[in-house]
């Protein structure tokens, strides 16, 4: 079964840095797209940032030049590597992929700005 697993989620502080990292694993013959989005209680799951197949990427305006996302295509692995934090980006954080057309989702990974 193909299974998303997040993983660096925690506690920073204000303009600290935080790494995400979401492995794929399962049977796998093509993943088309990953990408982050977060959520809020009481919100609708935003979009964060996704990189396509072909190594384009999109952010949403909140996190434009602060976050950045990546992938290692070998180990089937997406990164956000997110620095400048603010209180507002707290939230679960899902990692999310297109696997042999069909879309999975991670359980979630909580990330708290907070001094």
């Known amino acids: 079964q193909v299974q998303l697993v997040e993983s660096g989620g925690g506690l920073v502080q204000p303009g600290g840095s935080l790494r995400l990292s979401c492995a794929v694993s399962?049977?796998?013959?093509?993943?088309?797209?990953m990408g982050w989005y977060r959520q809020v209680p009481g919100n609708q799951r935003e979009l964060v940032a996704i990189?396509?197949?072909?190594?384009?990427?999109t952010y949403s305006d909140s996190v434009e030049g602060r976050f950045t996302i990546s992938r290692e295509n070998v180990k089937n692995t997406v990164y956000l590597q997110m620095s400048s934090l603010k209180p507002e980006d707290t939230a679960v954080y899902f990692c999310?992929?297109?696997?042999?057309?069909?879309?999975?989702w991670g359980q979630g990974t909580q990330v708290t700005v907070s001094s």
């Open positions: 399962g049977s796998i013959f093509s993943i088309n797209a």
């Open positions: 999310t992929a297109k696997v042999n057309t069909l879309n999975y």
């Open positions: 990189i396509f197949g072909d190594g384009r990427t």
